[in-house]
């Protein structure tokens, strides 16, 4: 059985162990960036099923860095959870072009179930 891989980009370590941990433990296969400008390139060498992405991540920050995957061509299909504690989230995940949000604190059942939603 081929794992789903989820892609995560965000400078929190904390909040990246334990994700990395709750999503190993589901089975899933999990890489990290705490930066953001070699979005493309960490896309194309690690093909994910899934991106989780911060909107406070250095270099490019999360708005500019899911507008590259959704412009390119082979990666807009890609689903892009945005996860921010910003309070207009739901608007910058939009004007990111990001499939979903979850904001920050968040619920780990919440992340797992949309995680879930977009990889079934």
């Known amino acids: 059985m081929n794992k789903k891989k989820i892609l995560i980009f965000d400078d929190d370590t ?5 994700v990395t941990i709750i999503f190993e433990e589901n089975g899933y296969e999990v890489e990290i960036s705490e930066t953001s400008h070699d979005i493309l390139e ?3 060498s690690f093909s994910p099923n899934l991106i989780l992405m911060d909107n406070w991540i250095p270099n490019i920050g999360g708005v500019e860095a899911t ?3 959704k ?3 082979d990666f807009k299909t890609i689903p892009v959870i945005y996860v921010t504690a910003n309070n207009d989230i ?3 995940a939009k004007e990111a072009g990001a499939d979903d949000f ?3 604190p968040f619920n780990l059942e919440d992340i797992e179930e949309k ?3 977009y990889l079934q």
């Open 14 to 18: 904390t909040i990246l162990e334990v």
């Open 42 to 44: 960490r896309v194309e």
């Open 67 to 69: 507008k590259k995957l």
């Open 71 to 73: 412009n390119h061509p």
């Open 90 to 92: 739901a608007k910058l």
């Open 102 to 104: 979850v904001a920050k």
């Open 115 to 117: 995680v879930a939603k």
